[in-house]
């Protein structure tokens, strides 16, 4: 009863409780349920964030790992090519050296040879130098050819003006004004005067076109005397007078051979026999068989015939010119019977390269 | 002037024909001495009238015909042109047909007048069909008749390279290149330049001419005792050189330097220019010749050249070789130098009276960029003019900052004074030499010979009180 007593006495409370309390209630109910949103929101935030952070991280793994080995791709291009370009560098130097030492020598031996163009500039002075000497020595001749050209002109001249003036010579009377008794021994051309012969009136000068173009050449020392140069007798220079027989008839004539008669020719003493031995050689010389024809057929049937000399051997007839021609004695040869051997040091004769002996 | 053109004229239609060449020989003589004749002798219409029955006529006639037509087409191209109108060549190549060498030789002559004054004449003698009978003639023994063909068919072939090449075609050159060995003076002459008028043309023309094997014949031309064969001679050649290196390497090969030297030294006047062309052409080729020149002892024959003639065109041929024997390498510049010449170079440059100075600029120019000898140098530094002056300067810029000796020997012979005193404008190439020089000195020495440095000592000496 207590319990219930108490009870009634909270009773009067109850309502005034049950209805403060649902107020209460009613009061906190917005408060609390705001909070709980803000809990609950916050929690999920929490959560999500959590779910976030951990997505975020597992994708920056991911990414870090797919960028590392990119990277790493991309570096081994990096080494590749620098690597590569290192080792073509490389090659590169050496491929300059050994350019630079060839290019060097080619230069050095085909294009700026200088010692070639020392010895091509040598060999032009001493080019040069013939070249001069040969010229000097053409312009010496061809002055020698010009002053003995002069000299034969001058020697010409004097020779004819000696023909022309043969009338000054000396005689015995009358001494030459050449040849004046006070000098001791006559002027030269006096002697040139007694040498010469006097000009006839036409001097006929044939002269060829030739010989002035040959004499000029200084090879020539003498011009070729070509026989028509010389003067040929004139063909009819003084028509002989008065009607002649033919020239040709009366020279037949002149010259026919003597055909003397039989006693003109013959000798003082017996004539006749030395006329008979004449015959008599002559029918000698002239006949083939000494046996002639002779009157019995069988008057030589058991002498034996005798060969020709030059048919005839010594006891044989000779088989030379007619069973063979040439001088040949097949068994004398040796050279396809015996094979000697060969000589090692004789076969290297002239063939060894040594600059000492200097066979090559 | 009296009329005479008018007398003359029917005479030479006479019966007789004595009359007949008399008044041809009267006509061609009137018209040989003037000009204006031999116009009256076209206007006078003679021409025809000597030319109609040419090919029955004797051959004095013929002869005396061929004289007119020389004579008259002799003085100038228009009436060479009227003597071709009236038909002229045709009946002279008739006579070059003929016989008597005379005649031929009249009508050669008369050829060769015409064909000298201009290409269209030339080719009006070609079209005439005048060049295988020339050739022909050249081959006959008279030697009159042989320097007039050859001189026609020089004068044929200079005109121009299809010319020379319709002569060469007729198969001259072979003879031509016989005859180089004739001992005739005269012929020589007439040979050797229609072979030069051949070459010159073009490189194949030249090359078909040696080929004739005219070397090493030719070299005995240049000394022959007659001057213009010398100087003929050596138009060939340089004819010849002139084309290609090889062609002057061939020259050089046969000692050709060596006979065109000698030859340059046995004459006087012009006669020796083709002479110093020939190595000016062929040390301008290539550095090897230009060494093959110097070897041969070009350059103190050239030098004599430069100064003892007196006709500048000579002078500066000799220049222009000199030229070309130095400016290729330093080697060459002091082979140059070393004969002294380059004094008289500049001497000659700058004498007012002389009007060749763009060839001595030139050469002096070439020479001096190559130049490394210092000594010939010294000399110019004193009187040069301020264009030549920067290459002098130049040169040295470029030996003393490396050699100690030449530095030495620049001071003692007042080399620096000289160039202190040099006035170059600031910024100029001048300066720039001047100033590389004197980067090669101590202060001292370049302040020491610095213009006006005696005053300022003196100044200071009047500035300076004793303690």
Redesign the interface.
Known sequence: MAALARLQARLSWLREEYYRRNRSVDENRKREYKAAIKIQSWFRGCRVRAYLRYLNKMVILIQKWWRGYRSRRYFRKMVETAYFIMKMNFYNEMAVRIQKSWRGYYVRTYIHNYYALKKYLEAISVNNEIVRNELQEYAEMMENEEKRKDLEKKEKEKKYRARKMHYLLSTEQIAGIYNSPFRKSPDPMELLLQKSKPLSHRQQQVKSPFTYKLYDWPTCTRPPTFSTSQTLPPISRQKPQGPFRNTAEVLRQRFKPLEPTLRAAASINSPLEKAREEMKREEWRNCIHDNEFLPFSSYHKNKKYDPSIHRSGKYVQETYGIKHFCEVQPNKWIADKVMLPSIVLFKKFGKTYSRTGQIM | NSGVMSLLKPLLLDVVPTIQHTAALALGRLANYNDDLAEAVVKGDILPHLLCSLSEQNRFYKKAAAFVLRAVGKHSPQLAQAVVQCGALEMLVICLEDFDPGVKEAASWAIGYIARHNSELSQAVVDAGAVPLLVLCIQE???ALKRIAASTLSDISKHSPELAQTVVDAGAIAHLAQMILN??AKLKRQVLSALSQIAKHSLDLAELVVEAEIF?VV??C????DEYVKKNGATLIREIAKHTPELSQLI????????VI?CIGSCRGSVRLPGIMVLGYIAAHSE?LS??VI??KGIPRLCACLMEEHEDHVKAAAAWALGQVGRHTPEHARAVAVANVLPTLLALYMDTRSSEDLQMKATLKNILQKCTYLPALEPLLHDAPPNIMKHIVGQFSKVLPHDSKARRLFVTTGGLKKVQEIKAESGSLLQEYIKTINNCYPEEIVRYYSPGYSEILLERVENYHPV
């Open positions: 023994p008279e030697i001992p005739d090493p070299l005995t240049l000394k022959d005792s050089v090969n046969a000692g050709g330097v060596a006979a000698d090897n060494m093959a070897v041969s």
